[in-house]
């Protein structure tokens, strides 16, 4: 059984930064892709970045892009997501998840096409 463990939230000030980490059972590169998605309460979940493990290519959403890295240590089979300049909206629960099938083109999954997910890890942005 496929295992994905997060660790590294908690709560920081606005403009503060924290590293979030994922941990899998297995290698990531037997997976197609490791995306990062987030839940604020009352919300749905919702896509953060994306890494195709074919090229490494990262993707990442419109309100992130600039602020967020996503980074992978395949030795250690983990992936990262750094967060800078974080903002109250950026609040929320922290999930990573894994898929095995390929898509056309190298792109990031849907939610829905994404077979393992970990237990989350909560994020607070607040002063």
């Known amino acids: 059984q496929v295992q994905l463990v997060e660790s590294g939230g908690g709560l920081v000030q606005p403009g503060g930064s924290l590293s979030l980490s994922c941990v899998t059972s297995?290698?990531?590169?037997?997976?197609?892709?490791i995306g990062w998605f987030r839940q604020a309460p009352g919300a749905q979940r919702g896509g953060v970045s994306c890494?195709?493990?074919?090229?490494?290519?990262?993707a990442y959403a419109d309100p992130v892009r600039g602020r967020f890295t996503m980074s992978r240590d395949i030795a250690k089979n983990t992936v990262y997501l750094q967060m800078n300049g974080l903002k109250p909206e950026d609040t929320g629960v922290y999930y990573c998840?894994?898929?095995?099938?390929?898509?056309?083109?190298?792109?990031?999954?849907?939610?829905?096409?994404?077979?393992?997910w970990g237990q989350g890890t909560q994020v607070t942005v607040s002063s």
């Open positions: 890494v195709v493990n074919a090229d490494g290519h990262v």
């Open positions: 297995g290698k990531i590169t037997d997976f197609y892709a």
């Open positions: 998840a894994a898929a095995k099938f390929p898509e056309a083109d190298n792109v990031c999954p849907e939610i829905y096409d994404y077979d393992y």
